[in-house]
């Protein structure tokens, strides 16, 4: 199964060994209360079974990124911020979870089998709820120390820029102020 966590919506999909889509629907995400979000994520797998006739394994891109403790930061879902989502969805679904950020998930999946097959480089945006971006090198997500190669959204707008425009500064719902997101995503427009 695959599950696309973003700020407003999860999309959950069924997918073959080849990568085909069987089936898949919308959730509307639930963003304030973190049991009510671990006990959507349960019912959505739960009927995926049903759908499916079988426990399947899961991948989930989700919005944000991870501490090296495995703590969720910088989400635009902020009920996830501070939790171990992954270590908590492994414990309430019983199986094993393979998560990543949503936007790099987005940016493998094309230069691996997408738009950006064939490629060297590769770089997803993505404009929705938040704002950011993935890179790939030859196939391969680019990842340094910091893990923000190729992400964009949360970092600050620049001080000229809030100048000469005179933008005001909005708080982010990853808990910063004037993240790039909070101005060119769907929600900052």
């Not at 970092?155 to 808990?175: E, K, T």
């Amino acid at each position: 199964y695959g599950l696309d966590i973003g700020g407003t919506k999860i999309e959950v999909a069924i997918f073959d060994s080849e990568f085909q889509c069987l089936d898949s629907w919308r959730l509307k995400t639930n963003t304030d209360d973190y049991p009510a979000f671990l006990q959507q994520i349960q019912s959505a797998i739960e009927e995926a079974d049903q759908k499916s006739a079988v426990k399947a394994t899961v991948g989930i891109g989700m919005p944000g990124i991870r501490s090296v403790a495995g703590q969720v930061l910088s989400s635009n879902v902020p009920c996830l911020n501070g939790k171990k989502l992954q270590e908590d969805l492994r414990r309430v679904l019983n199986r094993p979870i393979a998560m990543a950020n949503d936007i790099r998930c987005f940016a493998l999946s094309e230069a691996r089998l997408g738009a950006g097959r064939g490629h060297a480089r590769v770089l997803g945006v993505i404009l929705g709820t938040g704002a950011g971006g993935g890179l790939c090198i030859d196939g391969e997500l680019y990842i340094k120390p910091g893990d923000i190669a190729g992400e964009f959204g949360h970092q600050c707008i620049a001080a000229s820029v809030v100048q000469a425009y005179d933008l005001p500064l909005f708080g982010c719902g990853c808990g910063l102020t004037g993240c790039t997101e909070t101005y060119i995503s769907g929600t900052g427009l």
